[in-house]
């Protein structure tokens, strides 16, 4: 690891911690609502607890992975030589993304076939760009970092023009009362995936040492909070507007 | 143990730890969603997230065995003299095992008859199974683990051609709309099963060391989510169909 300043230390630490809070309220909210919608959105609400769920759970071993790589006494920070773990955020995605795109096309209520096609080739999609990302992530070498950040812009456009192009005429079939908020949630998914990244190249355009590891951290947490306890929250609130535009009294 | 190098403890800790993720998140899908598909199926998915609950209590003593079993430090890898206890996969299988069939058995809703005679006779052969093959896995020499893995085949064999002929008529009997669905998690299984005497003889045939340990650690984790999480979804996904087609709407 990179030496970090304690300053820096501390707001990973914190914003670490942040993540933990958030993902464990989104999922209790989400799964103790799920009555509150009708029986046919259930999946998709039950599927955005699962997402904060699995991010719950790895927030909590990034947290302890952060507090084994340092130890901060008498206001001096030294590395422990235990190497902090970041495959945690991608065993994460791994998981998570997939799903994530499952919980927006199930929302729409689309066919059985639609759904379970675009699900497929969306989901493997994501699963794709997540394990093509990995192997530059865990290098320190520049070039092999923008090779695979570059093979993994592949899946990531393919999955932006579909989200864009290929769910519009979904989104014009919706009822006229959530088109608006269905179309936001697609919104927030192409604006918060597109932080991923950005944030993936801070250390290769200027971002170095602490500065570079700290920044990585704030970030991918940040866009994991937007990306899923927000998006989740998003999803649910148009379940319960559909709910209630199909006469579902709860 | 086998002296291993830091990339093979990384990969076969975050496969562990995905193995914990992954058991997680079905277990609570599965009982989440247990509501949504008719009584006559509750049991077949509780059953389906309780096997998966099971892993997860064993996935998570897995990944705290293996990290105390080796220490990571400044780069280098040490063992720490403790042993890493192959046993909770066993102890895992003896449990899980019998009730994956059970939730086959069950999902297809045959007569109360059948399905205690299928359950008490398929349910037995794999207990034996699993019994007879711990023997093999704990001995180092190549001969024992033969003689083991061998007679752990007949009841293997035997439960597959279950699974295959003696199923099959029950299969034919399965509604029109689910069938295929029944027919491809019958087909799961078989796959997923396939693969553990496989993994079982990867020392055997030429992997060694390090390597051994880690393709044996990695293997039982990716065909412990797929027969049990995506299976138990798979399940799940056939009781929903059936509820449908008999009217059930939640």
Chains 1, 2 share one sequence.
Not at 186 to 212: E, H
Request: net charge neutral.
């Amino acid at each position: 690891m990179n030496q970090i300043t304690i300053p820096q230390f501390e707001l990973v630490y914190n914003s670490l911690s942040f993540g933990v809070a958030a993902m464990g309220a989104a999922t209790l909210f989400l799964w103790l609502s799920r009555s509150s919608v009708a029986p046919a959105y259930r999946t998709a609400v039950t599927i955005s607890g699962l997402v904060t769920f699995i991010a719950l759970y790895h927030y909590l071993r990034i947290f302890n992975s952060w507090n084994e790589t340092y130890t901060v006494v008498n206001g001096t920070i030294t590395e422990t030589g235990v190497k902090f773990n970041d495959a945690y955020r991608y065993v994460d995605w791994l998981l998570t993304v997939p799903l994530l795109l499952i919980e927006l096309i199930l929302v729409m209520r689309l066919s059985k076939e639609e759904s379970t096609s675009k699900s497929i080739q969306l989901g493997s999609l994501a699963a794709l760009m997540i394990l093509l990302g990995y192997p530059g992530e865990v290098s320190a070498d520049s070039t092999t970092r923008w090779i695979w950040w570059g093979l993994s812009m592949v899946p990531f456009t393919i999955i932006m023009i579909q989200l864009f192009g290929g769910l519009k005429k979904a989104i014009d079939s919706q009822p006229e009362s959530v088109r608006g908020m269905v179309g936001s949630a697609r919104l927030l998914t192409v604006a918060s995936w597109c932080f991923y990244p950005v944030v993936f190249i801070l250390p290769m355009i200027g971002f170095t040492g602490g500065a570079a590891t700290s920044a990585v951290q704030v970030g991918y947490t940040i866009s994991d909070v937007v990306a899923k306890a927000v998006f989740g929250i998003f999803i649910y609130a148009i379940a319960v507007r559909k709910s209630e535009a199909e006469g579902y009294t709860g």
